[in-house]
């Protein structure tokens, strides 16, 4: 089924959404990308997109960062994203990338007098990592210190950095990549936040561990302590903690919750899925599928006749 791309101001094929060769975010990654999930349920033919508004306020912070003049409201962005998820009329998880990006044909490197656009397209998306467990490796990589770039804005040309990171653990046999802060302390994965379970406590790198605040993250972190009493206790994390914690998991909008099962060749207590780790994935796959009525908050339905979104709805 062909999808569809908000490009230029209007809804078009995806495959008519085309950029030129001088476009300067292209040579210089100067855009602002975010993620968003929509979860297929298939008992009420809905598509839910997962906290779509709180993506989009990340992503206006991170414009203000990147010199990006949004030319979109918040709630128009919503709108926007609705409508085009709903042309599309698929019946399956979806993930939408939404671009703020500078869009004048004009080279060389600068923020400043150029002109800025934003783009959005939809395409069908399972697992991000496809797996029951992932085998992590710590990377040689680290994350950027704040005097290089921002690691809170989801800057597409701060994103070679993660790249590096996980093609190097993918050549080791990982399947994911562990990044460590420039002072060596645990940070994130190259597209994920990292939990750790201690003391049958949760705890996670702090803000101030050059991580990007993640909205999947802090969707666990509400769901452990509203639903299981669990606290959760952001600090910096050390390295040798990962191999002493009775559970690991990653945590993202692509990759939902993700045991770790192995670091470095080490496994992970039993090696097993842990139980506040599988407490957490089921609750979560209730949530983002509006099958938990007291988060329907934070999920937008998309088709607007659930029992018809076969049918295109719209003109």
């Known amino acids: ?55 989009y306020e990340r992503m206006h912070d991170g414009c203000q960062v990147l010199n990006i003049d949004l030319p979109y409201t918040i709630d128009e962005l919503c709108q926007i994203t609705g409508e085009l998820v709903e042309r599309c009329r698929f019946q399956e998880d979806v993930y939408v990338r939404p671009l703020a990006y500078k869009s004048s044909e004009s080279l060389g490197v600068r923020l400043h007098d150029l002109d800025c656009d934003f783009l959005a ?15 992590c490796g710590i990377s040689s990589w680290r ?75 802090d969707t ?13 206790t ?23 919750i993700t045991p770790i099962g192995e670091i470095d060749h080490r496994q992970i207590a039993s090696g097993e899925i842990g139980q506040i780790t599988k407490k957490l994935q089921q609750l979560y796959s209730e949530v983002i599928r509006g099958d938990n009525p007291k988060y329907l908050d934070w999920c937008t339905p998309v088709y607007k006749h659930p029992e018809n979104s076969w049918i295109f709805q719209g003109a």
């Not at 590096?164 to 562990?178: H, Q, R, T, Y």
């Not at 666990?220 to 959760?232: M, P, S």
């Open 1 to 55: 089924m062909p999808s569809y791309a908000y490009f230029h101001k209007q809804f078009v094929p995806l495959s008519q959404a085309k950029i030129g060769v001088m476009t300067q975010a292209l040579h210089y990654g100067t855009a602002v990308f975010e993620g968003i999930r929509g979860n297929w349920n298939s008992q009420q033919k809905q598509i839910y997109l997962f906290r779509l508004r709180e993506h």
């Open 143 to 217: 994350r950027p210190d704040y005097n290089v770039i921002p690691p809170n804005a989801k800057v597409t040309g701060l994103y070679v950095n993660n790249a590096f990171a996980k093609s190097e653990a993918i050549g080791k046999g990982f399947d994911e990549a562990i990044m460590l802060t420039p002072d060596g302390h645990v940070s994130e994965g190259s597209g994920e936040n990292i939990f750790l379970v201690l003391d049958g406590k949760l705890v996670t790198p702090a803000s101030d561990n050059h991580i990007l605040m993640g909205i999947t993250r």
């Open 234 to 256: 952001e600090r910096k994390v050390d390295p040798s903690e990962l191999f002493a914690a009775s559970e690991c998991f990653l945590t993202g909008t692509a990759a939902h």
């Open 220 to 232: 666990v972190i509400k769901l452990a302590q509203q639903e299981l009493g669990v606290e959760t």
């Open 121 to 135: 397209f939809v395409i069908p998306w399972g697992p991000y990592l496809d797996m029951d467990k992932a085998k």
